[in-house]
C-alpha cells in the first residue's frame, strides 16, 4: 500500500511516518546564530548613528557629509534586518519581501557610498583655480542621484514580482524522508538583474573611491570607502558559487551570510576610524585638522 503525500514508510515497512519537513528556522544552530548577527549588526548600526546625529556639530560628522551619512547607516540598518526575512518557514509574501527588500536597501546602501565618493572627488577638484564643480553635486543633486539609482532597482523589482515572484516550493530531501521548503527565486533573469545592478554600483563605487584614495586631505574618506567596497565585492563574487552549490536550507544560510558579511564590511571600514575620533580621540575632532594636509 502505498504511503500519502508527505508521509514514508518506516524501516519496518509496516506504517507510514510523516516526513520531516525542513527550512532555516530560529529552532536551528544556524539560525539562531544568524539571527544575532543580524540583531547585533543592526543595535551597532543604530548605536553609531546615535553617535552621529549627537556629534552632528562636529567638524569630522560636517566635514564627512552627515546627510549621506545617516541615510547610509539607515540603510544599513535595513540590510541587517532584511537578513531576518530569510528565516522561518517560506510563504508568498516573504519569499517576494526577502530579494526586494535586499535589493533596495543595498541599492541605497551603495548608492549614498557611490555619492560619498564623487563628493571626495569633486571637493578636491573644486580647489583647482577656475573650478566651479561644486555647484553641480550640492545637496540637490546628490539627493537627487541616490534617488535615481533607487527608483532604477525598485522598477526592476516591480518587474520581476510582476512577471515571475519569488514563490515557495517543495523538493525531496534524501532517501524521499524529508520535504526541504525553499523560495524559489522565479525568474532567474530578475534575480540576475538585482544583483547585477547591486554589483554595478558597487564596482563603479570601488573604481572612484580607488583613484581618490591618495588625494591629500588629512582625513580622506576615499580609503576606507575603498576597502568597504572591496570587502563588498570579494563577498558577493564568492557568493555566487557558494550559493549554486549549497543544498536545501544551507542555500539560504549562504545568502544571509553574504547580506551580513558585506553590511558588517561597510560598517566597520567606513565608521570604525570616525567613531574612534570622536569618542575616544575628541581632541582630533577639529577643523583645523580635517584641513590640515
Known sequence: MRCPERFWSNTERTRCIPKVVEFLSLQDT????LTVLSVTGATLTTTVLAAFFHHRDTPLVRANNSELSFLLLVSLTLCFLCA??????????????????FGVSFVI?????????????VAFRATLPGSNLMQYFGPIQQRAG?????????????LWLLMAPPLPTESAGELGARVILQCTVGSVVGFVLVLGY?????????????????????FNEAKFITF????FCAVWI????????????????VEIFAILASSYGLLLCI?????????LKPEKNTKKNMMSR
Do not use: E
Not at 30 to 33: D, L
Not at 146 to 158: G, H, K, R
Not at 198 to 218: E, H, Q, S, T
Not at 271 to 279: D, E, S, V
Open 146 to 158: 541616490i534617488f535615481l539609482c533607487t527608483m532604477v532597482q525598485i522598477v526592476i523589482c516591480l
Open 271 to 279: 565608521f570604525t576610524p570616525k567613531c574612534y575620533i570622536i569618542l
Open 198 to 218: 547591486i554589483g554595478l554600483l558597487a564596482v563603479v563605487c570601488f573604481l572612484l573611491a580607488f583613484f581618490a584614495r591618495k588625494l591629500p586631505d588629512n
Open 30 to 33: 544556524m539560525g539562531i546564530v
Open 228 to 231: 568597504s567596497m572591496l570587502i
Open 84 to 101: 531576518l526575512v530569510f528565516i522561518g518557514r517560506p510563504a508568498p509574501w516573504n519569499c517576494m519581501l526577502r530579494h526586494t527588500l
Open 238 to 253: 564568492a557568493f555566487v558559487p557558494a550559493y549554486v552549490s549549497s543544498p536545501g536550507k544551507y542555500t539560504v544560510a
Open 109 to 121: 546602501c551603495i548608492a549614498c557610498v557611490l555619492s560619498k565618493t564623487v563628493v571626495v572627488l
